[in-house]
């Protein structure tokens, strides 16, 4: 398939779109959420692009924005996502590990997207472009087994970008954006002709540009390209179906603000008709994935704070899927559904039933008072003990590895006491050391790679903890009760003056220690509810390690 003779006309030479994409680039490059947006988006595509990143790379770069965090977690708690079952999700590890990593980078960037271009005076008309472009991407999710294209994610996310250029020319180009809109209402051209004479390159072509150096990999970048007017032929290729799944969905949306009532049928039997050989789907049939979208999209509406019933394209879009208005969400929709806030369970009893018994830390006295989190004892609480749960309902699953168990209780820890990192560190038994194994925080590959200890040398604080079971707290590394116990590796490769030690314990023996700390003396308080729930999270990773034994 190429791209229709009319576009190839209109778009300027190699060199001058090239150049033209340049200037708006530069242009862009200056309002300051835009490096933001590139940088987030970039990083999530080097993550999905590596051989050697995978789930804690993911989960690493979404919970640094603590606002995404929590729309995702809230987005696939919802039916939406939530259909696959397996209890509620409170971690991001586990929403991978029950989702799968594809599910997740897509709902990341959906997020991602719409929350750097929300915030603007044409706010209204954005949310409706993008209320439009997600629901071409629920389409082509839902018609992805019609056009033979097997990866669901993939068919939304190359939808969602169909239309890119388009939706960042409306948010970065307000007037231009306007001016073209006025232009092809009252001339009739094609905003392919009128966006290269107003911008000096295609709305197509200025997404392409972007999603290239964003780092979407070229059979995405295919999809954005228009499909030629006329009958589409059959798809011999993956991207050629991928791109026809973008086509059908987009032009689907473009049809349904602009057709009147009357002639809906017909445009619908027109659409399917020119997709038959590509993506083979009937009237009727679409009439139920349109319906099946529509209510998909409302779920993502309401995390993301969008009322579908003040949007036109939603109304439209309700009437074309035989609804009788925008649909909202129940109550018994909530999408806190199944993340309690106060029923955690009696975490000390949990503890004493643990093979593991309690020991005073090393350093006695009350810490300094830090900065520690911004949030309460109980959100604190209720974190640690969704997380408890999390790994609870992973536990009784089989087919759930071992190392994304253990994610989602270094998660849990890490997001629930606003630690600056955690680590987990397992026993290399022919060597007889304890190696750092993953972690979360900021660089945290590097600290990773700090530990690699000896478990044979002087007894400082890390062997101590591991010898006697002790959960120990640091303080402050500096204080001369303390500061010849902490080793010169220590010293030498991690900065942070503050850290905790939970020894992992089983059948006697160390077999590995999750260590969290924060940059600041005295930064690190325990109240006894909290420690009681952290040390519950390592009694689960002692019991996981026992099962895959």
């Keep these: 398939m190429k791209p229709s003779d009319e576009h190839e006309q209109f778009e300027p030479g190699r060199e001058a779109r090239h150049n033209a994409l340049n200037v708006l680039l530069r242009r862009m490059q200056t309002e300051s959420d835009f490096p933001a947006l590139s940088e987030a988006i970039g ?21 640094r924005d603590f606002a995404l965090t929590n729309k995702l977690l809230k987005l696939v708690n919802v039916a939406f996502y939530n259909q696959v079952g397996g209890g509620s999700i409170s971690t991001i590890s586990r929403a991978v590990v029950i989702l799968g990593f594809n599910a997740v980078r897509s709902i990341a960037l959906s997020l991602i997207l719409f929350d750097n271009l929300e915030n603007k005076e044409h706010a209204q008309q954005l949310k409706e472009e993008f209320v439009k472009v997600l629901y071409a991407g629920m389409l082509a999710r839902e018609m992805a087994g019609k056009a033979q294209v097997k990866d669901v994610e993939e068919a939304f996310i190359g939808a969602m970008l169909h239309n890119l250029g388009r939706m960042l020319a409306m948010f970065y180009f307000p007037d231009e954006a306007a001016a073209i809109r006025q232009r092809v209402a009252s001339e009739g051209l094609s905003d ?38 006329g009958k589409v032929r059959k798809c011999t290729s ?80 309700s009437k074309w899927a035989g609804m009788a208005a925008a649909p909202g969400v ?58 408890l749960q999390d790994v609870g309902n992973s536990l009784i699953d089989d087919t759930i590895p071992i190392n994304d168990i253990l994610r989602m209780i270094l998660e849990a820890m890490y997001t629930g006491m606003g630690f600056a990192h955690v680590v987990l560190c397992i026993k290399d038994g022919p060597h007889n050391t304890m190696r750092g194994k993953f972690g979360f925080g900021d660089d945290v590959q590097d600290l990773v790679k700090a530990f690699g200890f000896s478990l044979s040398g002087q007894p400082d604080v890390f062997l101590v903890a591991l010898q006697n079971n002790a959960d120990i707290l640091i303080t402050d590394i500096d204080d001369p009760k ?11 490769h991690v900065p942070a003056r503050t850290f905790v030690l939970f020894p992992i314990i089983v059948k006697g023996k160390p077999i590995g220690l999750i260590y969290a700390d924060r940059p600041q003396p005295g930064d690190i308080t325990i109240p006894e509810k909290e420690l009681s729930l952290l040390k519950s999270l390592r009694n689960q990773a002692v019991l996981a390690i026992r099962q895959s034994l």
């Design 43 to 63: 990083e999530i595509n080097r993550i999905a692009s590596s051989d050697r990143e995978g789930v804690n790379e993911l989960s690493n770069t979404i919970l």
């Design 192 to 229: 392919s002709k009128v966006s290269t004479e107003v911008l000096g390159v295609s709305f197509e072509n200025l997404g392409v540009g972007i999603a290239r150096s964003w780092g979407f990999p070229d059979q995405l970048v295919q999809t954005m390209k228009k499909l030629p007017d």
């Design 238 to 317: 993956h991207v050629d179906r991928l791109r026809a799944l973008a086509g059908f969905s987009n032009e689907l949306c473009e049809v349904i603000l602009k057709t009147p009532d009357a002639d809906r049928s017909k445009v619908l039997a027109k659409l399917t008709t020119r997709f038959g050989d590509s993506v083979p789907v009937t009237v009727e049939q679409l009439s139920g994935l349109m319906e099946k979208s529509m209510l998909d999209i409302a779920q993502f509406a309401l995390v993301v704070n969008v009322n579908l019933k003040h949007s036109d394209f939603a109304r439209q879009a």
């Design 330 to 387: 129940s109550p018994a929709q909530d999408v806190n559904a199944g993340l309690s806030q106060d029923e955690a369970p009696d975490a000390r009893a949990v503890l004493d039933a643990s093979v593991l018994h309690e020991h005073a830390p090393i350093l006695d006295g009350e810490p300094e008072a830090g900065d520690q989190s911004q949030r309460t004892p109980a959100e604190s609480q209720s974190i640690l003990t969704s997380g």
């Design 482 to 492: 303390i500061a010849t116990r902490i080793p010169a590796w220590y010293r030498q």
